[in-house]
């Protein structure tokens, strides 16, 4: 079984960065080197949206065009953590975050919230205008 820890959430003005970060366990065999990993965001009254994913390597990750330029997705497999570092936050950044992992995740599918395998319980990003 995998569990996922995000952190890192909190309230801000608009202007400011968070840097979120997605702690990865796991009883299985499988290590967090063989998931790739997302980010997804969900304002209340909304469904969840893709922000950013990355491969299991770290050296493919892709953004919502809502947050592209502004945040960055990375990972560090020997810490087990994904990472989603945002710079200048705005209102329109207010959300639940919520770090996902797909073992079959692929570039065409990574975007889709069904496509992943596990969820972690997200934490709040509140931007002040």
């Known amino acids: 079984q995998v569990q996922l820890v995000e952190s890192g959430g909190g309230l801000v003005q608009a202007g400011a960065s968070l840097r979120l970060s997605c702690a990865f366990s796991?009883?299985?065999?499988?290590?967090?080197?063989?998931?790739?990993m997302g980010w997804f965001r969900q304002a209340p009254g909304q469904e969840r949206e893709f922000v950013a994913a990355?491969?299991?390597?770290?050296?493919?990750?892709e953004y919502a065009a809502s947050v592209k330029g502004r945040f960055t997705i990375s990972r560090d497999n020997p810490k087990n953590t994904v990472y989603l570092q945002m710079n200048s936050l705005n209102a329109e950044d207010t959300a639940a975050y919520y770090c996902?992992?797909?073992?079959?995740?692929?570039?065409?599918?990574?975007?889709?919230?069904?496509?992943?395998?596990?969820w972690g319980q997200g934490t709040q990003v509140t931007v002040s205008s």
């Open positions: 796991a009883a299985s065999t499988r290590p967090f080197s063989n998931y790739a």
């Open positions: 990355i491969n299991w390597r770290g050296d493919v990750t």
């Open positions: 996902g992992a797909g073992a079959w995740l692929t570039v065409d599918t990574w975007t889709q919230l069904s496509r992943y395998d596990y």
